[in-house]
């Protein structure tokens, strides 16, 4: 017992304050959450920065707009914004075909061309993806061309072929012909229904 207690003495002479460990413990939580934190969705990364820096903003910045394109205050949320979507879109297109930056202007190197289309490509990719998607919720959609025949035949009794004029039912990306993200109802179809249905109106 004597020797617990004079061991327990030894270590209060250094005594450890809890307020300190926790201070240490949050700066350093701080300091990992900032070095590791990920980038939000669109949010440019600094290496697309400096290559939009080095070509782009003279001629599409603050001094300067040409086509009325400013890089430097485009918004980079495509989902919330389709206008700055279809600009980014547009900008993949001409630096794919070699027209930006301009003759008269140093040309991207491979690897500053890679980045910023792969960069570009999949905000495009990913504001496409949120689009389409539907949250989990049932999607109220069309029947296709082999349902519609089958629910004509069910209801009138009649094995005629009655999807004979319907336009083709398109392929999900999936590659199914019944999936409702790609079974809807466009003026187009609905013209072939209603001449398919009501002939003689």
């Known amino acids: 017992m004597k020797r617990f207690r004079k061991f327990t003495q030894k270590r209060q002479l ?3 304050h809890s307020s300190s460990v926790q201070g240490t413990v949050g700066i350093a939580a701080l300091f990992l959450l900032w070095i590791a ?3 939000k ?6 290496e697309v920065r400096s290559i939009l820096d080095n070509h782009c903003i003279a001629c599409h910045g603050p001094e300067k707009q040409k086509s009325k394109i400013r890089f430097d205050t485009l918004s980079t ?3 919330q914004d389709r206008a700055a979507g279809e600009t980014w879109h547009d900008a993949l297109d001409v630096i794919h075909l070699g027209e930006m ?3 008269d202007e140093p040309p991207l190197s491979s690897e500053d061309r890679a980045v910023l289309t792969g960069w570009i490509q999949k905000n495009i990719d990913t504001a496409v993806a949120a689009m389409k998607s539907t949250g989990g919720r049932v999607v109220v959609r069309r029947l296709n061309r082999a349902e519609y025949q089958n629910t004509m035949v069910d209801l009138l009794g009649v094995d005629l072929n009655y999807s004979s004029n319907l336009p083709p039912d398109s392929v999900s990306e999936e590659g199914f012909k019944n999936n409702g993200s790609s079974l809807t109802m466009s003026p187009l179809q609905l013209e072939y229904y209603l001449s398919h249905c009501l002939p003689n109106f």
């Open 14 to 16: 250094y005594p450890v």
């Open 37 to 39: 934190a990920p980038l």
């Open 41 to 46: 969705a669109g949010e440019m990364p600094p």
């Open 77 to 79: 949320d495509l989902i």
């Open 101 to 103: 930056p301009p003759e």
